[in-house]
């Protein structure tokens, strides 16, 4: 035995430590719970490469050629038109919302130029705020959508020489047009954090005070189960906030994550902050993202990945078995990220949003729908704001993206 | 409802497992009284304690306690007594006087400031008020504990082996205390492992293997078990005390410094079987008081006895 080294009292030692683990529910609960959960959200919730993405459908006109690119669309599998035929302005609050990942607009003359084979235009907005929603769903677009027509007229043709549909199609990479991931993981680890700290430190709290038998005395006293539990819950929802606020910090400081509003201002006092944050015993209860449009007034703050991304991974890449799991922990664990009402022209400013300009109303009459704007639509002003197409020359194509055409 | 005692439980039963840890105990504690609850360890004190103060549901049997139903009003009976846990739970990591505002906040006293103001002063705790509670001496925690059981004056307090590891000053000071407060018309139910306190007390109850098997004043008890005690005294007692055992009539042989405590309940044989071998060891012998120590030893094998 020496007197520095003996292995008598290692083992000793080691014994009594593994006889405590063995009894300690806790180390139980981190050596099986934690490794599980997090390999079932994790193996089975996360999917790289998302299917039956809500999509909407911005289609003034319903003809063979819009429908058979909707079901050429959804043979893919990766969109499901959930809105189809609405109008651009519901397709962009929808969008806004998360309510749908990518808005189709088939101008008015799109089955007018099919026929001609004059360079029909499509357009897709997807909601990049996770790229790879719109990676997988984008890349195969045009072939399919090009096939779809060719199908179309090849049949109307009657085995006539296939013309070359020469479509063209348009993608918006909404609110994260570089495809940036980390704009959509940083955040999205904030709920992973906080599930993860809140929960251990949580039943950490309550177990000392078992532990250290003041719980004997806590019951002897008039305090109640309830009482108990959330005095201990509560004070854990500051900790969580200032957990917030250091990954919003980090998250600004080295990814570089774009915000609106006031980081300082917002972290305080935005209630849906901390309401991610509500530790164990507490699920997040669905509180639908539609709820948030109405504090707009409210949101200090959102990260200009705005939607629905709230977590560590958007709801979309949950596949359905994660879905109820996934909820919980992603989206809606953390509503404030939610843009709310952000009309065209917040959110992403300057940050690479899609490029704008002001559209008058003579390009309203240039696009031939004059007669169709609202009476008072954007007339205070004399203008509507549109975002345009990478290409000036596709403005008119794109019209119905002007809010008041919708 | 002033006559009503201030606890009248009967037949108590608390089961762990399949052992009857307390098995049937009837208590009775009138308003003022200072009752003390004796038994050997593991003999089912703590267990029956928390029973009456609504921390544990019994298995069988009722009772009531200030007039409260134990199983139905654990809430107000939790709201009028003052109960002090065998090990100190309070909070280590904050001080006497934060600790005792904690619970002033719980039992929600206005003003909570003053109250505790007071109750440092009462205890003499204001010069340690800042101090942790985790660094305090044994005795000083017993003080901080009492005080933050009866800072909102209950009108029964129960604690649960208060002195165990204080100083004989501390405590003397801890049951002067009790005696003056319970001239003020404070129940206390006290349990207890020193035969000292047992004496101080104005009923005692003793409790073995989850039974109550005596009750009443001190010198009722004692009366009651019926036992005659000599003493033999001289140079060579070691002697004498191996001698004694086995003799009839001799039931506990102890000694006490140069002196031997020999008790029995056969007072004739006892006697006969002294004076034998006092005479044989050249000691002296001479009758003495049964102690109450003597009657919990008796009992204690008894109940032993009971067992096998
Ligand atoms: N929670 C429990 N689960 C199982 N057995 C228990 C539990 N609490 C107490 N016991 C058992 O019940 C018996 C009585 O315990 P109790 O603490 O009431 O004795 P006690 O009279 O207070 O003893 P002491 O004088 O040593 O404090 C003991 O044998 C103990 O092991
Ligand atoms: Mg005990």
């Known amino acids: 035995?020496?007197?520095?080294?003996?292995?008598?009292?290692?083992?000793?030692?080691?014994?009594?430590?593994?006889?405590?683990?063995?009894?300690?529910?806790?180390?139980?609960?981190?050596m099986l719970g934690v490794p599980l959960m997090q390999l079932l959200l994790f193996g089975f919730a996360i999917n790289s490469d998302p299917k039956q993405l809500p999509a909407a459908l911005v289609a003034p006109v319903q003809d063979r050629?819009?429908?058979?690119?909707?079901?050429?669309?959804?043979?893919t599998d990766y969109y499901r038109f959930t809105s189809p035929g609405v109008s651009a302005a519901e397709a962009e609050r929808l969008l806004a919302r998360g309510a749908v990942s990518f808005v189709v607009t088939l101008p008015s003359d799109f089955g007018r130029r099919v026929l001609r084979g004059d360079h029909p235009v499509m357009l897709i907005e997807a909601d990049a705020t996770d790229p790879a929603v719109a990676s997988g769903a984008v890349s195969t677009l045009g072939t399919v959508a090009a096939e779809a027509l060719q199908r179309e007229l090849g049949t109307e043709a009657q085995a006539g020489a296939a013309r070359d549909t020469q479509l063209q199609v348009l993608v918006h990479r909404r609110y994260n047009p570089e495809g940036i991931t980390a704009y959509n993981i940083v955040p999205g680890l904030l709920g992973v954090i906080l599930q993860l700290t809140m929960v251990m430190m949580t039943a950490m709290a309550l177990t000392r005070e078992i532990e250290r038998g003041t719980m004997e005395n806590l019951l002897s006293m008039p305090a109640t189960p309830l009482e108990i539990m959330l005095g201990k819950m509560l004070p854990y929802l500051g900790v969580s906030a200032v957990q917030v606020l250091v990954v919003l910090v980090a998250a600004r400081a080295l990814f570089h994550v774009p915000f609106v509003g006031s980081l300082g201002l917002a972290s305080g006092r935005h209630p849906d902050l901390r309401d991610g944050a509500s530790g164990p015993g507490l699920s997040h209860f669905?509180?639908?993202?539609?709820?948030?449009?109405?504090?707009?007034?409210d949101l200090l703050l959102f990260p200009a990945l705005h939607h629905a991304v709230g977590l560590h991974v958007p709801l979309s890449r949950h596949a359905r078995l994660g879905a109820g799991l996934g909820r919980d922990l992603s989206a809606h664990?953390?509503?404030?990220?939610?843009?709310?009402?952000?009309?065209?022209?917040?959110?992403?400013?300057?940050?690479?949003?899609?490029?704008?300009?002001?559209?008058?109303?003579?390009?309203?009459?240039?696009?031939?729908?004059?007669a169709e704007v609202p009476a008072d639509a954007g007339l205070s002003e004399g203008r509507c704001i549109a975002p345009v197409g990478n290409r000036a020359g596709s403005l008119r194509a794109f019209s119905p993206l002007c809010r008041h055409h919708g | 409802m002033t006559e009503?005692?201030?606890?009248?439980?009967?037949?108590?039963?608390?089961?762990?497992?399949?052992?009857?840890?307390?098995?049937?105990?009837?208590?009775?504690?009138?308003?003022?009284?200072?009752?003390?609850?004796?038994?050997?360890?593991?003999?089912?004190?703590?267990?029956?304690?928390r029973m009456m103060c609504g921390l544990l549901t019994p298995d069988a049997g009722e009772g009531r306690v200030l007039g409260f139903d134990i199983r139905r009003q654990g809430r107000r009976i939790k709201r009028e007594v003052g109960y002090?846990?065998?090990?100190?739970?309070?909070?280590?990591?904050l001080t006497i006087e934060e600790n005792l505002s904690f619970v002033a906040g719980l039992y929600g006293l206005t003003p909570a400031r003053r109250i505790v103001r007071d109750t440092l002063e009462d205890l003499g705790l204001s010069g340690r008020r800042h101090q942790l509670a985790g660094s305090l001496s044994g005795g000083w925690k017993q003080r901080l504990a009492l005080a933050a059981c009866i800072m909102h004056r209950p009108r029964l307090l129960m604690l649960d082996e208060p002195t165990a590891g204080v100083d004989p000053l501390a405590r003397r000071m801890f049951w002067d205390e009790i005696h003056a407060r319970s001239a003020e018309g404070l129940t206390v139910l006290v349990s207890t492992h020193y035969m000292d306190e047992a004496e101080r007390c104005h009923r005692i109850n003793y409790i073995a293997n989850g039974r109550l098997i005596a009750a009443g004043r001190v010198a009722d008890v004692v009366a009651g078990a019926g036992l005659t005690t000599v003493v033999l005294e001289g140079p060579n007692t070691a002697e004498a005390a191996r001698r004694l055992k086995g003799r009839p009539g001799v039931e506990q042989v102890a000694s006490f410094g140069t002196t031997l405590h020999v008790v029995g309940r056969d007072a004739a044989a006892l006697r006969q079987s002294a004076e034998a071998v006092a005479r044989e060891t050249g000691t002296t012998m001479h009758p003495a008081e049964t102690m109450l120590e003597d009657v919990f030893i008796q009992l204690m094998a008894a109940s032993e006895d009971s067992l096998r």
């Open chain 2, 4 to 49: 009503e005692p201030a606890i009248a439980v009967t037949g108590l039963v608390k089961i762990f497992g399949n052992r009857r840890v307390v098995d049937g105990v009837s208590l009775r504690v009138e308003r003022g009284e200072i009752a003390g609850f004796l038994g050997p360890n593991g003999s089912g004190k703590t267990t029956t304690i």
């Open chain 1, 286 to 297: 669905d509180r639908g993202a539609d709820a948030d449009a109405g504090d707009a007034a």
């Open chain 1, 65 to 75: 050629f819009s429908r058979a690119i909707v079901t050429a669309l959804e043979l």
């Open chain 1, 333 to 370: 664990a953390f509503p404030a990220l939610h843009p709310g009402g952000h009309a065209e022209g917040r959110g992403l400013r300057g940050r690479g949003a899609a490029p704008r300009r002001a559209c008058t109303l003579r390009d309203h009459a240039d696009a031939g729908r004059a």
């Open chain 2, 84 to 93: 002090m846990t065998q090990r100190f739970s309070f909070y280590e990591d």
């Open chain 1, 1 to 30: 035995m020496s007197r520095f080294f003996s292995l008598t009292r290692l083992f000793a030692l080691l014994r009594k430590e593994v006889i405590q683990l063995r009894r300690d529910r806790i180390t139980f609960a981190m």
